[in-house]
C-alpha cells in the first residue's frame, strides 16, 4: 500500500470526526445555552449546507 493512502484515510476520519462533533455535544448545547433539539439541529443543517456549497474537499479541492 502506497504511503499516501494511508495520509487521505487519516484525513478522512479527521474529517469525518469534526462534522460529527456537534451531535455528541447535543445535551451540552441544550443545557448550557437553553436551546432545543430544533434550534441546535437547525444550525447543524445550515453549517453543512454552507460547507457543501463551498465545494472544500470535493472533485475542485483534488484539482
Do not use: Q
Request: charged share 10%; proline share 2%; net charge positive.
Amino acid at each position: 500500500m502506497h504511503y499516501g493512502w494511508i495520509t487521505v484515510g487519516v484525513v478522512l476520519l479527521a474529517a469525518a470526526g469534526t462534522r460529527a462533533t456537534p451531535s455528541v455535544m447535543m445535551l451540552s448545547l441544550e443545557k448550557d445555552f437553553g436551546w432545543n433539539c430544533g434550534i441546535i439541529s437547525l444550525a447543524i443543517s445550515v453549517n453543512l449546507a454552507l460547507y457543501g456549497l463551498t465545494g472544500r474537499g470535493g472533485r475542485d479541492a483534488a484539482l
